[in-house]
């Protein structure tokens, strides 16, 4: 097993990849940072009680950048990425899932920007989605880049994709890391937090491949995420408010109300099951988008866009796919049809 020693010569990145039971990507993700273009880091891998071989088969990697420590017991998301941080070596932190994939030049531009912009001390990246089979389903690339305009927006919605982070540890750290009271919106309080005094900022490109599963552990505990996340906006508006920032906008939105919950506005917990419908339905899921579908309208049954959402959803669940693809080859030749003037013989 490779032993828990620190380099002689700290390495200017630490990657930091909590891994629990995740034998099925563990060595793709790993081999994805071992591949980069950027050299200087290390790969530290905190196996978090893993009962699956998740532990045995990074102990089959032999390569000096990677540092393999293990949890006496399982001890959770939240401590172990404080303990990574504590364990880290680098001047920078980069975050990275155990069943991701980073694209080979993601640690070189992000390091780049970070040096050249000594004022960014969070900095983000656009991502693939890509599902079980590791196949890209889409994308998320519309979040804001601008520091000012991520600033604002991270009021409303948490705007960085976790694992494609990379941030300064002297600056997490002096804020005492993550906090164990945000359960499932760690990162998001985290941000909300630096964002106070700190510049953040996201990079245009997709250099992380996001892998979305069937069993996403968000979606178990979206009620939960939200109440958290919630709680997490009302502080930074109590802490920027206190600064004397003008939030009077921001507060419109985080205080949805009652009515803004019925339309599933922004905020609320019925647009974020509207949200991961829509994400599902990406997948090829369509039983699960239907049930997170559903969910939204229980919730927000004034929603039109819900609506359409679970109608979409009740028909694609229903009607197999090779009819569904004869319909609209079907639609498109009677189209044609139409438009030329032509008659059916």
């Known amino acids: ?119 960014v001390h969070v900095l983000g990246t656009m991502v693939n989605l890509i599902n079980e089979q590791g196949k890209v389903f889409g994308a998320i690339a519309g979040y804001p880049k601008d520091a000012d305009e991520i600033h604002r927006y991270l009021l409303r919605e948490c705007c960085l994709i976790h694992p494609s982070v990379m941030f300064r540890k002297d600056a997490v750290l002096a804020v005492d890391g993550y906090s164990a009271s945000a359960r499932h919106a760690e990162d998001y309080d985290l941000w909300l937090r630096l964002s106070d005094h700190h510049k953040i900022a996201n990079l245009p490109d997709k250099l992380v491949s996001y892998r979305m599963h069937r069993n996403q552990v968000s979606i178990r505990n979206l009620a939960t995420q939200h109440q958290v996340a919630q709680h997490c906006r009302m502080e930074a508006l109590k802490r920027r408010s206190t600064l004397g920032e003008d939030v009077s ?40 988008a239907l049930r997170l579908a559903l969910k939204a309208v229980l919730h927000s ?8 959402m679970l109608m979409i959803c009740s028909v694609e669940s229903i009607v197999p796919p090779s009819w569904r693809q004869a319909a609209k080859w079907y639609a498109r030749r009677l189209s044609r049809l139409l438009k030329s003037g032509s008659r059916f013989s």
């Open 249 to 288: 906008e921001a507060v419109r939105i985080v205080y949805a109300g009652p009515w803004g919950r019925l339309r599933a506005a922004e905020c609320t917990l019925g647009r974020d099951y509207l949200n991961w419908a829509r994400i599902y339905r990406w997948m090829k899921h369509p039983h699960m």
């Open 301 to 308: 049954p004034f929603s039109a866009t819900a609506w359409n």
């Open 1 to 119: 097993m490779p032993q828990d020693t620190r380099p002689q010569q700290a390495p200017l990145i630490s990657v930091l990849m909590p891994a629990y039971n995740c034998e099925a990507y563990v060595l793709e993700a790993v081999s994805s940072m071992l591949s980069q273009s950027f050299a200087d880091f290390e790969l530290l891998v905190i196996d978090d009680g893993s009962t699956d071989s998740t532990r045995r088969l990074l102990e089959s990697v032999h390569d000096p950048r990677l540092r393999l420590v293990s949890n006496d017991h399982n001890i959770g998301l939240i401590g172990t990425l404080n303990r990574g941080l504590e364990l880290a070596s680098g001047r920078y932190v980069a975050r990275m899932d155990a069943d991701d994939i980073s694209a080979p030049e993601r640690l070189e531009k992000q390091v780049q920007f970070l040096e050249a912009h000594p004022d």
